[in-house]
């Protein structure tokens, strides 16, 4: 058993460092081409100048402060996308009336660019987080409410008509047989929009200003600040990949009864 363990953890640093070699090439492409000659620094500073201005900001305590305030305003959206998309998705399944009235809108906002209503949601809100967060609210709600949808109505009728004959309650049909036999695809949804929300509380912040890793980084490019700029960019990626990662082992933690976590895994 020891020797097994130790062959599948061997494997999975060497799946690890395989799947790094991408990213490692691509960074020593960066610096090979930065400093090359080919483009200027401002064009492209060399990437050791951009990890030293991100460990400058990191320092000073700019990056944890900007960092942490959009991470704030992506969660917050996130949360509350996820918990009224859900509620929402349900209810469409499950009522009528409800689906009759929010399905059109749905249907029709899901695959506008919602960040074309920034301006209005700026005029009713300000510049302020509370607007940040609406927006980021507006864009990430529909993949959860059409991932429920989906979920809900893919679940096996015998197990509701077994339930149902078994006297469950309307709660308790919910709570015990159709949001878990749809947990699967809701995961998915917020899969989805969690780098969605990342997203668009960059962009909003990028148009809006202030604090934030969108914000400073407007501010770096009006400064002509190349090696700010590019940082920016940097930051946002090791922060998406992190929430996209923590997203994917919280997925991984809930399922742990279902078919998918039995399957082998590559990540």
């Known amino acids: ?6 062959t599948l953890a061997s494997k999975r640093i060497a799946w690890g ?15 090979l081409l930065a400093r090359s000659g080919r483009v200027t620094p401002f064009m492209l500073p060399p990437l050791s100048d951009v990890l030293d201005r991100i460990g400058q900001d990191a320092i000073t305590g700019d990056l944890p402060i900007n960092a942490g305030l959009t ?3 992506a969660l917050a959206g996130f949360l509350i996308s996820a918990v009224g998309g859900v509620i929402l998705g349900l209810a469409m399944v499950r009522s009528v009336s409800v689906r009759w009235f929010f399905d059109p809108i749905v249907s029709v906002g899901f695959p506008m660019p919602k960040i074309a209503f920034l301006p209005i949601v700026i005029l009713w809100l300000g ?4 607007s940040k967060i609406a927006i980021v609210v507006f864009d990430a709600i529909f993949p959860v409410v059409t991932a ?4 809900v109505q893919g679940v096996d009728r015998e197990l509701i008509w077994s339930a149902r004959n078994m006297g469950a309650r309307e709660r308790d049909l919910i709570w015990q047989i159709l949001l878990p036999a749809a947990l699967p695809q809701i995961l998915t949804g917020l899969q989805v929009a969690l780098p969605l929300c990342l997203i668009v509380a960059v962009v909003a912040e990028m148009a809006m200003g202030g604090y934030g890793l969108g914000g400073v980084m407007m501010t770096s490019s009006r400064f002509a600040d ?6 920016g960019i940097v930051e946002i990626a ?4 992190c929430l996209v990662k923590a997203m994917s082992i919280f997925r991984h933690r809930l ?13």
């Open 127 to 130: 510049f302020f987080d509370a």
């Open 148 to 151: 429920t949808i989906a979920g």
């Open 238 to 241: 090791i922060v998406g990949y």
């Open 17 to 31: 460092a395989a799947r790094a070699l991408p990213l490692v090439g691509l960074a020593i492409g960066w610096e």
């Open 226 to 231: 190349s090696r700010g700029v590019f940082a």
């Open 71 to 73: 991470l704030y305003r």
């Open 1 to 6: 058993m020891a020797r097994l363990g130790a």
């Open 255 to 267: 399922l742990l009864w279902h078919q998918e976590a039995m399957e082998p895994s590559t990540q």
